[in-house]
């Protein structure tokens, strides 16, 4: 098993109520010339389900420069109805699922630290300040 330090926190920058499968991001990041999908988990909008994406064991491709050590998460949305704007449209229900999966791997994992993209890019992603909700983790 590899070693995590952290667990980086996405959005799939897609516009709000667009409800995009794992599948279909793994056909984006293929056609980017990645080996698979960059995430390893994706939470999906209708009723904020966990799906899998790279298994965990392998290396993401989710954050420049801090692939080798962590897990990526993505809940799908982050842009409003234009397509450009970031936007927090996580619904409840992915609200929840990003605490309770996070919460899982912190079981796994007690010493990885939570982070959102925008914390080592010049990014927007993932349209909040995970910071402001780290007490949610536990």
């Not at 990041?29 to 999906?44: A, E, K, M, Q, T």
Request: charged share 25%.
């Amino acid at each position: 098993m590899r070693a995590i330090h952290k667990i980086i926190i996405h959005c799939t920058a897609t516009r709000e109520g667009d409800d995009i499968s794992v599948d279909t991001i793994r056909r984006w990041h293929l056609n980017r010339g990645f080996s698979d999908i960059g995430y390893h988990y994706v939470i999906g909008i209708k009723n904020g389900e966990i799906h899998a994406g790279r298994p965990i064991e392998l290396m993401g491709a989710h954050c420049k420069g801090q692939n080798k050590y962590s897990i990526g998460i993505a809940y799908v949305g982050g842009v409003e109805a234009d397509g450009k704007t970031p936007k927090d449209t996580r619904t409840k229900a992915q609200k929840d699922s990003i605490i309770r999966l996070v919460k899982k791997l912190k079981g796994c994992y007690p010493d990885v630290t939570i982070h959102g993209h925008n914390e080592f890019s010049n990014k927007a992603c993932p349209s909040y300040n995970v910071q402001n909700e780290k007490d949610l983790f536990g």
